[in-house]
Every structure is written in C-alpha cells, then in structure tokens.
C-alpha cells in the first residue's frame, strides 16, 4: 500500500544493483509518480476521450457511460473454444470425483460476462460470449454439479444485474445469486445435512456511498471534470435502501 519510492520495480537481484538496472528502475518509477505526471496524466485521459472517444486499452465505453471490460469481449472468440470447454470439463470432472471421494461436493457455477448480458449497451457489435452455456451443459453431462445462473440474470424479470460503471454485479444480484445457491445446497441436503449451521441468506441495509468502480478507476478522469460527469457520475452512487 501506499506511494513509497521502489514501490512497483518488482523483485532485484545483486546484479541488477551492481550495474545500475534497478537505479534505473527506481528512476523510472519516481518519474512516474511525480507531482506533474501525476498532474498531466488526468489531462492527458480526458483530452484523448473528449477529443477521439478513446480511452485505457482495459476498458471499453458503451452506450450511456456504461462501462465494460475489454478483454471480455473477445476472450471466447476463438476457433479453438469448443475443445478448450471439452478439455475444461474433463479436468473439473475429475476434480469433482477426487473431491467426492474424500467427502467434499463440488457446486460449480459458470456466469456470463457483462456483455452478454447487455450487448445493446455496447456501441459496436460484437459476438456474444455464450461460452457459459455451452460450458455448464458439458459440465452436466459428465456428472459435475452446477448452478444455472440465467434465473439470477434475467435482466427484464430484475432489473439491472450489473453495475454500469464497473465490471461486477449489483448488490440484488449477488443476494440473489446466494440466496438461489444455498437453496441448492438445502434440497439437495436438508437444513440438517450441511455441517456447520443452517443456512441463512439476508440482504443488509447499507448507507448511500460513492461507487465509482473498478473500470471507472482505470479510465483516470478528474474527480468532478467535464469527461468524469458525462462518463461517470450519472452511476456514481447507489440507493443504500436496495443495497
């Protein structure tokens, strides 16, 4: 934590000391963190995404501010995701059955991206990852217990299922998620069969606070400029009330 010299140089060894790569390093680092890279820097973001709509290479801008995570838009897109889903399969089955035997039962649940679930909100098309699908089918056929999600994730039966401004579920859905886990694990065990303690989902009441995201962050906009309010703001915060 925190901004201290050295912080991200990674590992040294005598070497690297001896001929001047890690001081070179450190220097680096320093010139990065200075008063005005740290200045320009925000300039610089919101200059390039005013002027040419683009932004950091880990993040896409959608439709009305929505944010999405760049690399899942094309993470599944490839010729070869039939046999990599097969060759995923066998393994967690196997891992399934070692763990069966020794008492554990294995619950597995495959979710879908933020832009299959809202691929209108993306200003381009792009092929829809249904790699979730496909992978919870296979997984069931050789025997691996698993969680369908989709119930959880219909958009038009509850509302907004992910975050707009970042990459993770809202507070429903994730409530929603467990809650529909753990009856699971109830039906298929009863209220006596879990070790522990019985099961209990609730949904906890929390204060309004700011929510600006993990993609909102990496954009790194001025807090209040004129690219943070039309990009950001309009999801900033959320209602403590559905928290």
């Known amino acids: ?12 060894d005598s070497e690297e000391v001896l001929n001047g790569t890690f001081a070179a390093r450190i220097a680096n680092d320093y ?10 820097r925000p300039l610089y973001n919101e200059g390039l995404y005013l002027g040419f ?14 944010l999405f995570d760049s690399m899942s838009l094309t993470r599944f897109q490839r010729d070869d995701t039939p046999e990599i889903i097969e060759r995923f ?6 891992l399934s059955a070692s ?5 554990t ?5 495959p979710i879908p991206v933020k832009a299959t679930v809202y691929p209108e909100m993306l200003r381009q098309s792009v092929p829809r990852d249904e790699v979730w699908r496909p992978l919870g089918a296979s997984l069931e056929e050789r025997g691996v217990w698993v969680h369908d999600v989709a119930p959880s994730f219909d958009k038009d039966t509850h509302g907004l299922i992910f975050n707009p401004n970042n990459s993770h579920w809202t507070h429903e859905t994730s409530c929603r998620t467990a809650q529909a886990t753990a009856e699971m694990i109830r039906q298929a065990y009863g209220e006596e069969g879990v070790p522990g303690a019985e ?13 600006l995201g993990d993609l909102g962050k990496l954009l790194g ?6 690219a943070y309010n039309s990009v950001l703001y309009p999801y900033q915060f959320i209602d403590g009330d559905d928290e």
């Open 89 to 94: 399969s066998d393994l967690l089955a196997r």
């Open 105 to 109: 039962k294995l619950l597995f649940m």
């Open 1 to 12: 934590q925190g901004n201290w010299l050295g912080k991200d140089v990674g590992e040294v």
């Open 53 to 66: 709509e683009r932004t950091a290479p880990q993040v896409t801008v959608g439709r009305d501010g929505w």
């Open 99 to 103: 763990l069966e035997k020794r008492g």
């Open 221 to 226: 906009f001025r807090e209040n400029s004129r």
């Open 199 to 211: 099961i209990k989902g609730r949904i906890r009441q929390g204060r309004k606070q700011p929510l």
């Open 31 to 40: 010139a990065a963190r200075s008063v005005l890279a740290e200045t320009v």
